[in-house]
């Protein structure tokens, strides 16, 4: 969890650092991080590449039982865009003891906004979600 918690205390904008969506007894937390928030040490550690217009989005699935919530790993397939441009996201799984979550690197335009957009589905789940939201980045 260290590197979640890294990525969610480095992140000084306007809008809340990390947000999250319900879907049934799922709850999935997301951000939006500028690489350059990311100390060098822990962007190379989780092969990160800094820049001034580089960010990465941060997703963790937690299922909500009896006496609080547990992370889920789940299956996830995603893409973002701009008005100039349309990526795939890859997602790569990290896992710090109990904590699982998933990141993608993407690069942006200054002050443009970047749309999301990704199906999931966490493990015990009996069906995929789709979630798609907007988040304005800057250069920092």
């Known amino acids: 969890?260290?590197?979640?918690?890294?990525?969610?205390?480095?992140?000084?904008?306007?809008?809340?650092?990390?947000?999250?969506?319900t879907f049934g007894p799922f709850e999935l937390h997301?951000?939006?991080v500028n690489t350059?928030?990311?100390?060098?040490?822990?962007?190379?550690?989780?092969?990160?590449?800094?820049?001034?217009k580089r960010a990465i989005l941060n997703l963790a699935a937690r299922e909500n039982v009896a006496g609080g919530s547990e992370s889920r790993t789940m299956a996830l397939k995603g893409r973002t865009w701009d008005l100039m441009q349309e990526q795939a996201l890859e997602f790569r799984e990290i896992r710090e003891g109990d904590a699982v979550y998933y990141i993608a690197e993407f690069a942006f335009i200054?002050?443009?906004?970047?749309?999301?957009?990704?199906?999931?589905?966490?493990?015990?789940?009996?069906?995929?979600y789709t979630f798609k939201f907007k988040h304005q980045l800057f250069v920092e």
Request: hydrophobic share 40%; proline share 7%; net charge negative.
């Open 30 to 32: 997301y951000s939006v």
């Open 1 to 21: 969890m260290r590197f979640l918690i890294i990525c969610l205390a480095l992140v000084a904008s306007p809008a809340p650092a990390q947000q999250s969506e």
């Open 110 to 128: 200054n002050e443009e906004w970047r749309f999301f957009e990704f199906d999931f589905r966490p493990s015990g789940a009996q069906q995929s």
């Open 36 to 52: 350059t928030f990311l100390e060098p040490d822990i962007a190379a550690t989780y092969g990160i590449t800094r820049g001034e």
